[in-house]
């Protein structure tokens, strides 16, 4: 019943490594987003895929990685993971240009 | 400059009165989205209500409602009868028209806390 789910829901990694956090949305959405949420609860769009297409790249390092396989999932991989990266990530989706549905959040901890 | 911007970090209110979030935007687009979410201490995301920017009418619902104010650039969320449950973080959001670029820009948001 799940409208828009992440996995994992707590993800804590060393500095360094490569992790992967997926989005997967059952609401029929053409589009789909993932946002940074950081330690004084500021939300900052990173990416978004229009059926597939990515459609905004808001000057994220290159270390983050969207990859759509199909219109219900979006999946973000972050490569050499840094101290900085340690936030809240949340997937979301829209159908055209209404409100947006968001997961339950991923909080990362890179240690 | 700041697209949205809630000047009031944190709020208090006795339960069952009403109080208002407010929010101002910048925006140079004449078709645009405004909206509201909630994030409680649980950490979701929860839609509260969207006006649109030619919506000639205020958005309600239930205990929330919008009131636009255009010319001021003005979008504040207004609880009515505040239950404890409301205390959580208040987003206000701009929707800017832009081909497909459906992107949310945040403001910093408000700490609602509601007091017994």
């Known amino acids: 019943d799940t409208a828009v789910s992440q996995t994992p829901k707590y993800l804590v990694t060393q500095m360094g490594n490569d992790k992967s956090i997926k989005c997967e949305q059952n609401l029929g959405h053409d589009t789909m987003y993932w946002y940074k949420q950081d330690s004084k609860k500021f939300l900052k769009i990173m990416f978004s895929y229009n059926n597939k297409e990515l459609i905004i790249n808001e000057t994220v390092p290159n270390r983050f990685s969207p990859k759509s396989p199909d219109k219900a999932h979006l999946n973000l991989h972050i490569n050499s993971l840094e101290l900085g990266d340690s936030a809240v990530y949340f997937c979301a989706s829209s159908p055209f240009d209404n409100e947006q549905f968001f997961g339950p959040g991923t909080r990362l901890t890179v240690l | ?116």
């Open chain 2, 1 to 116: 400059a700041q697209k949205i911007t809630q000047t009031q970090p944190g709020m208090f209110v006795q339960e069952k009165e009403a109080v208002t979030l407010d929010c101002t935007y910048d925006t140079s687009d004449q078709s645009y989205g405004l909206f509201w979410y909630k994030q409680p201490s649980s950490g979701e995301m929860i839609f509260l209500i969207y006006q649109g920017s030619y919506d000639e009418q205020n958005a309600t619902e239930g205990r929330y409602s919008l009131n636009f104010q255009k010319a001021r650039k003005s979008a504040n969320l207004v609880i009515s009868a505040s239950q404890l449950g409301d205390s959580a973080m208040y987003f206000c959001a701009m929707r800017e028209s832009g081909g497909s670029n459906y992107k949310l820009t945040f403001g910093k948001g408000t700490l609602l806390t509601v007091n017994p």
